[in-house]
């Protein structure tokens, strides 16, 4: 369909290998917000997002069958009580004391992007008052 008739298409998958096979760009979600983007090859080759990692590194992949797989500790956060801060901290491997406080902007550079302390990021200014 995209090449017959030169649209774009959005498929919303967990099935990372269909996104290995089918994107040329992803964008990867936590709790209902985007925490990197960019080109397929970018993320699966250099994931700037620890839950970028944690996932990829939790994934089944052929052409490594003998890499352990290792699950993403804790538990999915309750989308109607976020934690405070990155929605990620509670779980993430890579925490600093800010992510527990401060929601990460979403910074692009290049045709990557991240919402990461880890990666250099400010706060995202605080929504409403």
Do not use: W
């Not at 839950?51 to 052409?63: F, N």
């Not at 352990?68 to 956060?77: D, E, H, K, N, T």
């Not at 109607?80 to 779980?91: E, Y």
């Not at 491997?93 to 401060?102: F, G, I, S």
């Amino acid at each position: 369909m995209k090449r017959e008739f030169g649209s774009a298409v959005v498929l919303i998958t967990h099935d990372l290998g269909v996104v290995a096979a089918l994107a040329e760009r992803v964008a990867v979600m936590y709790a209902g917000r985007i925490v990197e983007i960019g080109l397929v090859d970018d993320i699966f080759g250099a994931p700037r997002h620890p839950y970028t990692r944690a996932l990829l590194k939790s994934t089944p992949r052929p052409d490594r069958s003998d890499a352990p797989l290792a699950p993403i500790a804790g538990y999915p956060p309750n989308l109607q009580r976020l934690p405070r801060g990155c929605a990620f901290h509670p779980r993430c491997p890579e925490l600093v004391e800010r992510c527990k406080a401060e929601v990460p902007s979403f910074e692009v550079q290049g045709v990557q992007g991240s919402a990461c302390f880890r990666d250099g990021h400010p706060a995202r200014p605080p929504v409403g008052n």
